[in-house]
């Protein structure tokens, strides 16, 4: 099946620093991918739909400006938690749709700790 | 209510016994349903999936059935080992949405050796 990469898979950060995360389709494009926070032994909330070549579209209660993402290419995506708090420290996991059957890849998720 | 509601929340049940996990969705328009395996710390990975053309779809062990008129799926682990233990997800398009996948809120599931 089709691949999709995270990084870093664990981050920790001090308080008021920016973080980010890339999201990378090793082996087919993705004009769309999407963003999901998960909380411990919680499920997976859709943050955002990042979009190839234009602005991302959030979800309701999701900030815009402390969550940028940027689609810069087909194949990478990027969230940056700005101004991190340790309310932010979460799973954040990224998906893309495979080309061939539209199933959701997931990438490996990225813990962040802000302390 | 909730677009996809998941229950139960918490399963457990002895090693070769069956498992049965039910989700509910509010779109009538939902036509892909797919069940999501998490395991602790790692990405989750698609275990079965069935569009609403089907009634029923099976995998070895696994096997999902779609209730259209009464808008419910179910995940049937049948045999169940320890390495099934994980948390799942099923996950429905919902158009308020944008169509984009909804996720249920997740079932732990123990077997016991």
């Known amino acids: 099946g089709a691949v999709v990469s995270q990084h870093p898979s664990r981050v920790i950060c001090k308080s008021g620093t920016s973080v980010k995360i890339e999201c990378r389709s090793l082996d087919f494009q993705a004009t769309t991918m999407f963003w999901y926070r998960q909380f411990p032994k919680k499920s997976l909330m859709l943050m955002a739909t990042s979009n190839e070549g234009s602005k991302a579209t959030y979800e309701q209660g999701v900030e815009k400006d402390k969550f940028l993402i940027n689609h810069a290419s087909l194949t990478l995506s990027t969230l940056t938690v700005t101004s991190a708090h340790p309310e932010d420290s979460s799973f954040y996991i990224c998906?893309?749709?495979?080309?061939?059957?539209?199933?959701?890849?997931f990438g490996e998720g990225s813990r962040l700790t802000v302390l | 209510g909730e677009n996809v509601e998941q229950h139960p929340s918490t399963l457990s049940v002895q090693e070769g016994d069956s498992a049965v996990i039910k989700c509910t969705y509010s779109d009538s328009a939902s036509n892909y349903f797919p069940w999501y395996k998490q395991e602790l710390g790692k990405r989750p990975q698609l275990i079965i999936d069935i569009r609403s053309n089907v009634g029923e779809k099976k995998d070895q062990r696994i096997a999902v059935t779609l209730n259209k008129t009464a808008k419910h799926f179910s995940l049937h682990i049948t045999e169940t080992q320890p390495e099934d233990s994980a948390v799942y997800f099923c996950?429905?398009?919902?158009?308020?949405?944008?169509?984009?996948?909804?996720f249920g809120a997740g079932t732990i599931l123990r077997v016991k050796s």
């Open positions: 996950a429905a398009p919902i158009m308020e949405y944008g169509n984009k996948l909804v």
């Open positions: 998906s893309a749709r495979g080309q061939v059957t539209g199933e959701l890849f």
